[in-house]
């Protein structure tokens, strides 16, 4: 795998991975905040349980939807303009939640709030397929996925904050991480580069040396493509796709309810003090983010690295449910959310490094897609296995369950993919 000169890499790493890293951080508030106004949310307006479960869920059945087409859009007319039509309409939806004052209105305004963000994740993977070529593309995965649990460090006690506010503090709380959003996305109209040619910020020689490995990468790609239908639905990608589904599940079984989780450990309502604490398990997510794919791309060994990942966050997950002490029961958190978030960069380097033009679009959207369906999935499965055993730890344990089959099926990667299509690029 040819690599970039450190200067040129340090160059292009600080001028775009900053930015994609406030973008995912604004996306993924927006999306789980809802964790943080459940219970006040839901003792104005009277939503039951099952109602917040579906609520909460049902985002993922618009962002699947549009994933395909919205990454497929973003491939042909570039990141600028459809990276700022993403941001600025999630922020306003986002922002409009403040008026869900019943199931209907907070159905809807989740369902659209999954259309606007749909195409925004995998776009931005594409986007640093265009940049960085395989030899660097897992550390600046891993860079990008320090959005994830930096949301919650720095969210976690704004949303405490904001709940605490005036008004309805739910409604402080959708209204100003919305108009963040909005804000954000603004910006990256006048930020963002589409592609390395474009690049006024290199010189024509760097452009070429960033142009020339990324073109001979697609070449070496290409070879093994066809066409972008065929593509999508070779066994391989719709494997990881799978594979994508549990370890999302995993993630929002634990992401909507972690807030009141832990107000509960403390015996407190959820605010600045659970925020505070909130935080804690995203601290640990961010280090291990840091940490665990440079950790895989050194052993040449990302199967057995990200297997062992989503173990650690099975682990965490059912033994936060089996301590009462708060000590304990956050400890475990913070394995369960640093696994589940440190896992996925390394994942996303097996699509990156076998997917090319047009057919990495619509199979890296794909992947995402049918992966959100997890994350629609995992609080009504959670809430249901709840009730069904009449006990407040059987969602944990289930999601446990299914993250433990995600360490296996990982370990199945290789044996599914196409070999040929893989060894230029990784090894496992």
Partial sequence: MKKLPAPLLAKISWRLLPFLLLMYIMAFLDRANVGFAKVAFQADTGISDAAFAFGAGVFFVGYALLEVPSNLIMHRIGARI??????????????????????????????????????????????????????????????????????FIFGSPLSGLLLMGGWHGWQWLFAVEGLMAVAVGIWSYFYLTNRPADAQWLTADERRQVQEIIDSEERAKGGHQHSLLAAMCQPRVLYLALVYLLIQASVYGVVFYLPSQVAGLLGTKVGLQVGLVSAIPWLCALLAAWWVPGLAQRSQKPRSVASMTLLVAAIGMAASVSFSSPLLGVAALCFAAAGFIAVQPVFWTFPANTLAGAAAAGGIALINSLGAVGGFVAPIVKNWAEGHFHSPAAGLYLLAGTTVLAALLVLGIRARLAPAALQPHATA
């Fill in 82 to 151: 459809w990276m700022c039509r993403i941001m600025v309409t999630w922020g306003l939806v986002s922002a409009a939640m403040m008026f869900a004052h019943n199931e209907t209105t907070f159905y809807v305004l989740r369902f659209l709030l999954g259309v606007a963000e749909a195409g925004f994740f995998p776009g931005v993977i594409l986007y640093l397929t265009y940049w960085f070529p395989a030899a660097h593309r897992a550390q600046a995965m891993g860079f990008f996925y320090f959005g994830a649990p930096l949301a």
